[in-house]
């Protein structure tokens, strides 16, 4: 009978030397793996801090340009405030006497629906008359009056009555109470003023509050 010797040394090498590279492999993979989680760490922070410094830049700049703005605001408020006080100080004609004299002159059925100024001598006016012979009568009226420079009359429009009282509970109108609605006539006006015509009675009244 013949024996046969096995050897089992090299195989028990190989086994080992196959684990080394294992290890060798895992700490390498772990070593890569860090290295590169380092590396990208330190390239967000690097991104964070460049981040942060553009917002502090940006905000700075807003912040100048803020301020740029206030003061072009604050100067823009201060020319427009010293032009109004200059209109004010220069404008001659004081309203409530204008309009007063522009009331005087109404019908009694006469109301203002509207009163502007077109510049600093002329005044636009919308008045409601029942009659259409009445647009005429104030026109006249008008120029004739010492006050005023020129009159003229721009237009005239028939302007319809509603009343809900007339519609009762039906909320009909009959022939009848047809009848009874009269037509309105809205009518506008230019008037140019005398401007020294206020401006010296302004003054008399001054002078005459004065005296003692």
Not at 46 to 67: E, G, P, T, Y
Not at 82 to 99: C, D, G, I, N
Not at 155 to 170: F, H, L, P
Request: glycine share 4%; aromatic share 8%.
């Amino acid at each position: 009978m013949m024996l046969v010797e096995i050897n089992l040394l090299p195989k028990r090498e190989h086994k080992k030397s196959s684990q080394l590279i294992i290890a060798i492999l895992i700490i390498l993979f772990f070593t890569v793996s860090s290295s590169i989680i380092y590396i990208q760490g330190n390239r967000y922070n690097s991104k964070m801090v460049s981040i942060d410094k553009q917002i502090v830049s940006l905000q700075k700049l807003n912040d100048a340009q803020q301020a740029k703005m206030t003061d072009v605001e604050a100067g823009n408020a201060a020319v427009k405030l010293q032009t109004a006080l200059k209109w004010a100080e220069q404008y001659p004609v004081e309203t409530v006497p204008l309009m007063q004299n522009i009331i005087s002159l109404l019908p009694e059925r006469g109301f203002i629906q509207n009163f502007e100024y077109s510049n600093s001598d002329s005044v636009r006016i919308t008045i409601q008359f029942d009659a259409t012979r009445d647009t005429a009568f104030y026109l006249s009226s008008l120029k004739q009056s010492e006050w005023v420079e020129e009159a003229s009359l721009l237009n005239i429009r028939a302007v319809t009555m509603e009343e809900e009282k007339a519609a009762g509970e039906s909320g009909t109108i009959n022939n009848n109470e047809k009848e009874k609605i009269l037509p309105r006539y809205s009518a506008e006006y230019k008037i140019i003023f005398k401007a020294q015509y206020y401006k010296h009675n302004r003054e008399s009244a001054l002078e005459g509050g004065n005296e003692p």
